[in-house]
């Protein structure tokens, strides 16, 4: 099926469901998921920004500004021979207005580069290598960055997205983000999860948490 093409497994699903074995060189968790990829792509091209703005607020739990009024948040025109990360290279340059939050951004896109708009693994574009190298900045884990296995060993060791997951999950359960009357219940939460490293203590610690079995009675 297409999944098991995107993936560049051989054969068939035809005959059901089977196990495969995903080339732990390639496969990274969620990171290297083909959905997860392509969700934050262009129909014709990768995106850097989408992809690390969604690691950066989604799984850092740390949100960014939006672009400048004056700033055109469009994807820089493919060109024959230049690869992604030469087009954005005007979102590197420190003069640029983008610089302080796409350095931010972008170093963590960049680490997915070897996963094409539909999340297919490519060892090229343009012509040459692919290029994943960045650095990680403004997290509890920062350091160099090549390629999503090492951003995914960088962020499982993370508690900074340790807790941001376990924020996630709370906000799910709530249907809401949550308040300054959340806060106690929140911090439980995480600190739960934190000593169990289970997503069962997780689920559990939410559902007996103030925040889920109180809500405010408006007089």
Known sequence: GPGRAIRGLAGSAASGDVKVELDPARAAGLLTQPAFLAAHSHSDQTSPILRGRALRERFFCQPLPDPPPDVAAVAPELREGLTTRERYAMH??????????????????????????????????????????????ETDVDGELDGALSLARRMSESGQVRDCYASQWLRFALGRTEDDADRCSLLRVQRRFAEAGSIRELLLAIVQSDAFLRHKVQP
């Open 92 to 137: 590197r340059t420190a003069n640029s207005a983008c610089f302080g939050c796409h350095r931010l951004i972008d170093d963590l896109g960049f680490a997915l580069e070897h996963y094409d708009p539909l999340g297919r693994y490519r060892a090229d574009e343009a012509g040459k290598p692919i290029d994943a190298r960045g650095e990680l900045e």
